[in-house]
């Protein structure tokens, strides 16, 4: 049996869990997600906790135990996830390293506006569920900061964001997470 799969979720009180289906619908302080189970889980709910437990039939193929060994805790963490996102919400800092890297947020049209060292700018809507914030200080690289209470879509658009000027292993110029570590590369030297 999974060692994460098998720990049992508390609820807290502030949240409010319906399943139906095999449909987990989570509602807190912040927001609402919801998550379709696949694979043969099953998920139980007893006062305060809620217990995924997997489904075994007695003919079944090898391949099949396995995928659902894996789905069992992958399941458990993402709902444990969506708890935690809706009650106090997630949060990613990028930093920009370079001279003349720019950033300008326009939150009524939900617009964020680059200037990363290339011929264009590069404009990027975000999505209505993610909180941006930026901040630009004196003799200081310009800051990030983005919230949401879903942990996915937050992780997908910092990856987005870092993807359009990924750190340069020589100079470490670029977009980097705050406390992100770049192996940085020697450069070529000249031989005497």
């Known amino acids: 049996m999974s060692r994460i799969g098998k720990r049992n979720i508390i609820i807290p009180k502030n949240i409010i869990i319906k399943i139906t289906n095999n449909v987990i619908y989570v509602t807190g302080p ?57 009650l106090y919400g997630f949060k990613k800092e990028l ?39 930026i901040k630009h200080e004196t003799n200081q690289n310009p800051l990030i900061i983005l919230r949401s209470y879903d942990k996915q879509l937050l992780g997908i658009f910092a990856a987005k964001i870092r993807s359009l000027r990924k750190p340069d292993p020589y100079k470490g110029k670029g977009i980097r997470y705050i406390n992100e570590y770049i192996i940085k590369k020697a450069g070529k030297t000249t031989v005497k």
């Open 30 to 86: 912040l927001g609402k997600l919801s998550l379709q189970i696949r694979g043969d889980l099953k998920i139980e709910r007893a006062d305060k906790k809620i217990t995924i437990k997997r489904i075994d039939h007695k003919i079944t193929r090898t391949e099949n135990k396995k995928s659902n060994k894996s789905l069992h805790g992958l399941y458990r963490m993402l709902i444990n996830n969506m708890i935690i996102g809706v």
């Open 95 to 133: 930093e920009l390293k370079g001279v003349g890297y720019k950033v300008a947020l326009d939150n009524d049209k939900k617009v964020l506006a680059f200037n990363l060292g290339y011929s264009h700018n590069i404009v990027m809507n975000f999505p209505k569920d993610l909180r941006v914030e």
